[in-house]
């Protein structure tokens, strides 16, 4: 009896030291709030294909849900911004134009880069179109621009490798991410890489 009490009071204790208290709300560490309307350029990774339009909806989708408060113009890729605006590089002159025309007090933006693309089969000649499995890594830097003073008041850096299925291979070209269902083929890969970079914008929940 005496052995069962002790055993009792020392997973009791084991409990309290591993905190099985209530979980508490922590806000996010950046509060998009603060910025009456943030513009989002939208990533290009430079791959062909329909990867950076999905990349690009769900990043907007995970902002939207982590802060919903936040609204949130799209502002396209900076290449259409820049030959819109008539500068050359994405820098402190370029956003605070952006910022004036769009009515913006920020800007989403940064790089998103994919690795060479590694398939799981051994072709020689390619006759018609197939798909195909491949190891995709991917890199996403993320940055929060003020438009008044081209300031980075945040930034986020967040990469993965997985592999993605079912993609497309055309005759005569290279390897290019492009899947009928992005969900199935690399949904993994991007929910991933989103979920990392967009961390410091979600509620987090710790025990007390």
């Known amino acids: 009896m005496k052995t069962i009490k002790i055993c009792s009071v020392i997973l009791f204790a084991l409990a309290l030291s591993t905190g099985c208290g209530p979980k508490v709300a922590v806000p996010p560490t950046v509060d998009l709030s603060e910025y009456r309307t943030i513009g989002f350029i939208a990533f290009n990774s430079k791959t062909e294909g329909n990867f950076d339009e999905y990349f690009n909806e769900r990043l907007l989708q995970e902002i939207s849900i982590a802060q919903p408060r936040v609204e949130l113009v799209e502002l396209g890729t900076a290449a259409e911004l820049l030959d819109e605006i008539g500068y050359r590089r994405l820098d402190r002159d370029a956003i605070a134009e952006i910022g004036r025309i769009y009515e913006l007090d920020a800007v989403i933006t940064g790089t998103l880069d994919i690795s060479d ?57 290279p390897f290019f991410l492009y899947a009928k269902n992005p969900d199935e083929a690399y949904g993994k890969l991007v929910d991933a890489i989103v979920r990392r970079v967009t961390r410091d914008l979600r509620v987090r929940y710790v025990r007390r």
């Open 117 to 173: 693309i590694k398939p799981n089969v051994h072709v020689f000649r390619i006759l018609s179109d197939f798909a195909v499995n491949a190891d995709v890594e991917a890199k996403i830097t993320a940055r929060l621009v003020t438009t008044g003073r081209g300031a980075t008041v945040w930034a986020a850096t967040a990469r993965d490798r997985k592999n993605v299925a079912h993609l497309s291979v055309r005759a005569g070209r």
